[in-house]
């Protein structure tokens, strides 16, 4: 046998030695790979960090588990820790200082644990920390110094927690931070002074608080700040007209408020939206589109899922000319004509709405290939021949007919062949009947008042009496008989 067969192959070699080393430090129940230098020890009961971990561990997973606080002994060893995920345990306590020796932890995971404070000091110590998630605890109060020393912060959860409170310098070391959710709190008001510390901010999430209205100037001037998500405010029925002024959006989103008419006047600073979510709101009508709104050439998506619709005005929607995507899923529906659509529409969601599947949706069945109805069909709720079928598979236009009178229809109702002009709808016995005595009563009342006015001008004139006396021709009498002149004339007296 020769040498070289002896001789192992580099790569197994490395491969060996790091699995044995790995293998001899891996804590008893956790799973640890030195491909990704992790360590899994989730779902295992622990109620402390195990011992042992190896010392170039690079994610630390202790999710779902029944640690009930934190110590600094408990990370003494993994200095090169860069993602600690803590989630999903009993946690009420973090001793100050806990994290102050991973200075290479980027990512920090407590959401799901039983936090009732963040004492300041908790996340001293982690100048590398980009990411941070506290949700879903029963966190009441951010203090001025609960957040010191995340000069480095691009993103903090802190929803689903009882916030009351945010001091208005506990945010003010997140110099960097681009995105923040304070969603589903108590709050009672937009923590105008704490978010003006946030030059950065780029996303924001402030949705369930228990406000009724935005008040003037909620929001500080935050230049960076793109996305705003203002969901799950129940009791938000009104926006002040100075409200967003010193923002700068691209997006945002008020869904499931309990807005009952569009907010066009606080939407007006907004120069630059391009989406725009206004769904799970009972607006029920649409007002027409103020004629000088700026977002009239720059808005792009519309949702408005699920809030009461019963029409569309062709005044509401036809002057959005960028608008490319309609959302409108959801509502009460029965019909919408072309006219109601701006021109630059290329998907219309119109999936759960009872639509009447009648010579009203021709223009619809003859752009199915250009406007797309979205990932869910719309289905026909009427006439009894379509109810539950989904409109694109209709086999032919013809099945789009108007039986019955049509009290919402464009000349858009019967389809127009190519040269020809479209014919008029059938109508029943009742329209049949208005239409012949719209006519019949003009005629009769332009009659009457002729012979009226006959009337009253011959009786103006008085008795006329015109005499005249004509000749005739007597027949021949027998001879011998004489004839006098006179008698060949008679006179008539006209009246």
């Known amino acids: 046998m020769s040498v070289e067969t002896l001789r192992p192959q580099p790569l197994l070699l490395t491969l060996t030695v790091a699995l ?3 293998g001899s430090s891996c804590p ?3 799973e640890c790979s030195s491909l990704d230098y992790s360590v899994l020890c989730s779902h295992q009961h622990l109620s402390t960090v195990p011992a042992g971990l190896p010392p170039d561990c690079q994610l630390l997973d202790l999710s779902q588990n029944q640690l009930r606080s934190l110590s600094r002994a408990m990370f003494m060893q993994p200095r090169a820790l860069q993602q600690l995920d803590l989630s999903q345990n009993l946690i009420a306590r973090i001793e100050p200082g806990t994290f102050s020796l991973l200075t290479e932890l980027r990512t920090l995971h407590l959401g799901k644990n039983q936090l009732k404070m963040v004492a300041p000091g908790t ?3 982690l100048p590398s920390l980009v990411e941070l998630d506290i949700s879903h605890n029963g966190i009441a109060l951010l203090l001025e110094h609960s957040l010191q020393d995340l000069t480095e912060l691009r993103s903090l959860d802190a929803s689903h927690n009882q916030l009351l409170f945010v001091a208005p310098g506990a945010l003010r070391s997140l110099q960097k931070l681009h995105w923040l959710s304070l969603e589903h709190s108590n709050l009672a008001s937009v923590p105008s002074a704490a978010l003006a510390q946030l030059p950065q901010l780029y996303e924001l999430r402030l949705g369930g608080l228990s406000t009724r209205n935005l008040r003037p100037g909620s929001f500080p001037a935050l230049p960076e700040l793109r996305l705003l998500q203002l969901d ?9 007209p100075t409200s967003l002024e010193k923002l700068n959006l691209s997006s945002l989103s008020l869904t499931r408020c309990n807005l009952n008419r569009l907010p066009w006047a606080a939407l007006e600073p907004l120069q630059h939206l391009l989406y725009l979510d206004l769904s799970y709101n009972p607006l029920a009508e649409l007002p027409i589109l103020p004629s000088l709104l700026p977002l009239r050439f720059t808005l792009q998506h519309l949702h408005m899922s699920s809030c009461r619709l019963r029409n569309l005005p062709a005044s509401a929607l036809q002057g959005l000319v960028r608008l490319q995507l309609l959302n409108v899923s959801n509502n009460q529906l029965q019909t919408l004509e072309d006219v109601a659509l701006p021109p630059a529409l290329h998907m219309l969601v119109l999936a759960g709405n009872p639509l009447s599947c009648d010579c009203r949706l021709l223009w619809l069945f003859s752009r199915q290939h250009q ?5 869910r069909q719309p289905f026909c709720a009427s006439p009894a021949t379509l109810q539950g079928i989904p409109f694109l ?3 032919e236009m013809e099945q789009l007919t108007c039986e019955n009178e049509i009290t919402n229809c464009s000349s858009s109702c019967t389809p127009a062949a ?4 479209p014919l008029p709808w059938r109508l029943d016995s009742r329209a049949l009947a208005m239409v012949l005595a719209m006519g019949f009563l003009p005629f009769l009342t332009s009659v009457s008042i002729c012979f009226i006015f006959i009337f009253l001008w011959s009786r103006s004139q008085g008795s006329i009496k015109i005499s005249a006396q004509i000749p005739y021709v007597a027949p021949q009498q027998r001879r011998g008989s004489p004839v006098e002149e006179d008698e060949n004339k008679f006179t008539m007296k006209l009246m």
Do not use: E, Q, R
């Open 123 to 125: 996340f001293a110590g």
């Open 232 to 240: 799950w405010w129940p009791a938000l029925g009104w926006l002040d």
């Open 393 to 395: 598979d209709i086999a």
């Open 371 to 375: 406007l797309h109805l979205g990932p």
């Open 28 to 30: 008893i129940g956790c």
């Open 20 to 22: 044995a080393g790995l």
């Open 418 to 421: 190519p040269g020809h002009s």
